[in-house]
């Protein structure tokens, strides 16, 4: 696989710096689908997210949450390289591939509604990056640090372009108090191109918890001013979708409720993976699939 030009060079500098975003945000602006209006494609477009109130009803949530706590129970007896656990415990953190593993989640990955919106953003046919089923129980659930997805599937994955998006499907209610993810609008328009170069096999410490790949203190203090912080919360059965490059994480859930997700990656299939642009070696099919 040959490799490109690398727009968004990362991880090989010894100061952080902005690099202007060169790619489009929305690929599709004529409507094609019925799910999201003109309104919410340029909210889209202008910060870098799009939540949706209870995007699937509340029988379609039970049916998911039944099929989450049973995955749950499986994978406590199972070591597995897609078992992530928390770090510093033995509490299951995420679940990755769940889209190839479970029929359930395979199908939820492919529903015909979601698909819809997702191509509109896009504007082309898309498969899944990666996905995974997100653990952050009440008291213990710990903190995912910001960061920009991008920057790490550039970098490690060797994905070339801003055409990607994830989707987060609430299966509890995400509240003020329950860790729910922050994001920094605007911010998907700037990459921030980060410091410290990859370690080989990154990726067994940075699904734990993440140290190179991350933004500087200045970088994000300058992204926050510019965008502010705000955290789009709502009922079980909402979706947060959101660009591949927009500044984003979450805290520690100290409250007694649970908030757990199902967490999709799409990208085009016209942006497709090369070498790594900053890494040795390519992380593996479960965490970024090649397909």
Known sequence: M??????????????PSFLERQDPVVYNYELNQAEIDQSQLAFYEENGYLFIEQFFNPDEV????????????????????????EPGGDQVRSIFAVHESNKVFSDLS?????????KQIIGS????????????????????YWHSDFETWHAEDGMPNMRALSC??????????????????GSHRTFVSCVGQTPDDHYKESLRKQEYGVPDQASLTKLVQQGGIEMPV?????????????????????????????????????NKLQQPFSATTSRPHYIASRK
Do not use: W
């Not at 927009?246 to 967490?263: A, E, K, Q, T, W």
């Open 2 to 15: 040959s490799q490109i030009i690398d727009k968004y060079p990362t991880r090989k500098q010894d100061q």
């Open 110 to 118: 492919a529903h015909p509604r979601l698909t819809a919106v997702i």
């Open 168 to 185: 987060s499907i609430a299966l509890e209610d995400n509240t003020l108090f329950n860790g729910a993810l922050m994001v920094v609008p």
């Open 125 to 144: 046919e898309v498969y899944i990056h990666q996905s995974r089923v997100n653990f952050k129980p009440g008291f213990n659930g710990k903190e995912f």
């Open 234 to 270: 709502g009922k079980a059965g909402s979706i947060l979708l959101f660009d591949c490059n927009l500044m984003h994480g979450s805290s520690s859930n100290i409250s007694p409720y649970p908030r757990s997700n199902v967490f999709y990656v799409y990208n085009s299939v016209e």
């Open 62 to 85: 039970e049916n998911l949450k039944s099929e989450l706590n049973q995955l749950l129970l499986s994978s406590k007896s199972v070591e597995a390289p897609e078992v992530i656990l």
